[in-house]
């Protein structure tokens, strides 16, 4: 249906932000040619923040393509969790001891062009005039003990939160975000209308709502906070305009689905 949809808007690729143009918000498969479709250079880019290992989020493919440039390749510092380091650091050991060969052929040049460095989690971080901070999320990544990292970015007096697989909040996170209120607020709805566990590793519209309507009681959110929802998968069973119906249900028109190319 998507793909007989005159609506570009269906046509999604796997998610990623350009914060600007030094830092961006995961690197899956899709990144190198959204932005090219888009008109988004990755010439200045300075930093990746890895919200999880999921290989739609993070791909070795396009890090390594990212090295194949005529002007002096990007220098990068590439943000994850302390697991996601420790769990991809001990798979290249691995493949380094049974296979070096076929660990320079899957991942080249790229690692040697990149600074890795773990977050701790509700800690602020200083990556040029913005303020970031990770909180952790519900879902699970690859490796043993990673959670994903959602990010808030603090700028010029205004706050993003860009919540990619979180499932419902950890006690711990809604706390940290008391502290906060919210501008702009990105957030999943990766399994539409679907019924899952409350304890899923993403969101429905349901367990969104609650979502919502916690952050808004403790004052994280409010009636002047700009709300996208992200992260749509097929799963879901709903197109974009679909997925606007269903979020005007929960969220009184104040929340809108995004869609590939959209500029905040």
Sequence with gaps: AALRSPDPREKRCRSAALLD???????GPDVIS??????????NLKRVLLTH?????????TLENLQMCITEAPRLEIYMSKAALEGLQGYWSLLEERDP?????LYGRWPGYCTF??????????????????????HSGFYEGENSLNY??????????????????????LEYLKNFRIDTLVIEFTFGK???????KHLTLETLRETLETLKAQGTIDSNTEIWATHIGHKGGLLHEQCNEALRSI????????????RI
């Design 251 to 262: 969220w009184n028109g104040k929340i809108q689905a995004a869609y590939d190319g959209l």
């Design 117 to 138: 460095i773990p977050m701790d989690p509700y800690t602020d971080y200083q990556m040029g005039d913005m303020t970031v901070s990770a909180v952790e999320g519900r």
């Design 101 to 105: 060969v076929l660990r320079k052929k």
């Design 53 to 61: 290992s999921h290989s739609d989020h993070f791909s070795y493919v």
């Design 152 to 173: 808030l970015i603090r700028k010029e007096g205004k706050t993003i939160f860009y919540g990619c697989d979180t499932g419902l909040f950890f006690p711990e996170s």
């Design 34 to 43: 959204a932005c090219a479709r888009y008109g988004a250079s990755l010439e």
């Design 194 to 200: 679907a019924t899952l566990p409350r304890d899923a």
């Design 21 to 27: 143009d030094q830092t961006l918000i995961d690197c």
